[in-house]
Every structure is written in structure tokens, then in C-alpha cells.
């Protein structure tokens, strides 16, 4: 069965950097998009980007643009989420999705205090 | 960018209503949208996608409708398991956008 496992939640410090990873399973990687979907306590989903698994091809959301960087490997199956100078906003639960279906990871909590 | 404008932002209902939920689009996204559902801590649901087609294993009492800008999202009788909050997200181009949310809440 189709599985999307994500990395476990982490503590930073502002201005830190963080990457979350995602581990797919039960089908062929290099098939689908992945996407990354952020919520931060108490608002919407907020989308910030694809990657194609098959090509590296990227698309960022404006808001992240030059802060998040989107990656894979496909010897391991694994898309990351790599989100730089981190400040108290960027405090949420991070999302991978496949791109057209609904498969989704569990959710990664970034917590960014001092 | 496209901006999904969604609304009503929050809705009071009771058991056995009808609900509809709108989002419009800034401009034409044929029929490139998709209603999630989410409770809380978990993660969203994808409800309908290609504006009107139902998930697979999602109640029929769900519906979408719409092309071109705008699209609802219809529960015809309300169930108790629905009270959550609900978000369109269009996929026509890049990024794609979310709309901002609707909470459905027991009246």
C-alpha cells in the first residue's frame, strides 16, 4: 500500500535552516510529484511547492521563493524539504502529498523558538 | 498567482442539513480543483477531485459542481462526522492555491 513517511518533529533557533524528509513506499517513486503543504497552529493549508520525482523539476510557492528547496533521491525513495533563516512564522506542521490522489504524509511539527 | 476566495468562512449547521461551500477563483481554472476535509491533528482528505468527482470511498452525500471560476462543495444531509473544516485547492497553474478555509460547526 501506498506510504508516505515523514521525519520527526524538530526544535530550531531562529535563523536556523531545517530539512523534513519524506520515505515513499508502495509504488513507483519516480512516477508522481510530490507537493509540500504547510499549517501553521490554528490557520489553513498553505501550498509551497512540487517537485517531479522522475526529473528533480521544482515549482515554489512566491512566498518561499529562495528559502525552500525541494529534493530528491530516488536511490532511497525519499523527497526533502529544505527551508532556511527560519524565523517564529515558519512554526507549523510540514506535509508531503502525493500530487494527484490522496495520499499524505503524517505530518512533520517544526517548532521555531529561541 | 491565483486567489482562491472561499467562503463563508465558518458555518453553523445541524444534523440532517444542507451545506454548500463556494470558492472562487481569480481567474479560469477549468475544472482543476479539489475539496479536502480536515478534523483536527489529522491530516487533510481529498473529498472531490476534478471539481466534481467523488473520492473513492467518500460518501455520496458529498458533491462538487463548477467550472471555469466558480465551484461549490455540497453536503446534502449533514452527518455528524462532517463537522470539520473544509478547503478547496486549484491545480490548474503554479503554485497552486488553497482557499482559506471554511469551519463547518454544530449549531
Known amino acids: 500500500q501506498v506510504q508516505l513517511l515523514q521525519s520527526g518533529a524538530e526544535v530550531k533557533k531562529p535563523g536556523a535552516s531545517v530539512k523534513v524528509s519524506c520515505r515513499a513506499s508502495?509504488?513507483?517513486?519516480?512516477?508522481?510529484?510530490i507537493q509540500w503543504v504547510r499549517q501553521a497552529p490554528g490557520q489553513g493549508l498553505e501550498w509551497m511547492g512540487r517537485?517531479?520525482?522522475?526529473?528533480?523539476?521544482?515549482k515554489y510557492a512566491q512566498n518561499f521563493q529562495g528559502r525552500v528547496t525541494l529534493t530528491r533521491d530516488t536511490s532511497v525513495n525519499t523527497a526533502y524539504m529544505d527551508l532556511t533563516t527560519l524565523t517564529s512564522d515558519d512554526t507549523a506542521i510540514y506535509y508531503c502529498?502525493?500530487?494527484?490522489?490522496?495520499?499524505w504524509g503524517q505530518g512533520t511539527l517544526i517548532t521555531v523558538s529561541p | 498567482d491565483i486567489q482562491m476566495t472561499q467562503s463563508p468562512s465558518s458555518v453553523s449547521a445541524s444534523v440532517g442539513d444542507r451545506v454548500t461551500i463556494t470558492c472562487r477563483a481569480s481567474q479560469g481554472i477549468r475544472d482543476d480543483l479539489g475539496w479536502y476535509q480536515q478534523k483536527p491533528g489529522k491530516a487533510p482528505k481529498r473529498l472531490i477531485y476534478d471539481a466534481s468527482s467523488l473520492q473513492s470511498g467518500v460518501p455520496s452525500r458529498f458533491s462538487g459542481s463548477g467550472s471555469g471560476t466558480e465551484f461549490t462543495l455540497t453536503i446534502s444531509s449533514l452527518q455528524p462526522e462532517d463537522f470539520a473544516t473544509y478547503y478547496c485547492?486549484?491545480?490548474?497553474?503554479?503554485?497552486?492555491?488553497f482557499g482559506q478555509g471554511t469551519k463547518l460547526e454544530m449549531k
Open positions: 502529498m502525493r500530487r494527484g490522489d490522496d495520499y
Open positions: 485547492l486549484q491545480h490548474n497553474s503554479h503554485p497552486y492555491t
Open positions: 517537485i517531479d520525482c522522475n526529473n528533480g523539476d521544482t
Open positions: 508502495g509504488y513507483t517513486f519516480t512516477d508522481y510529484y
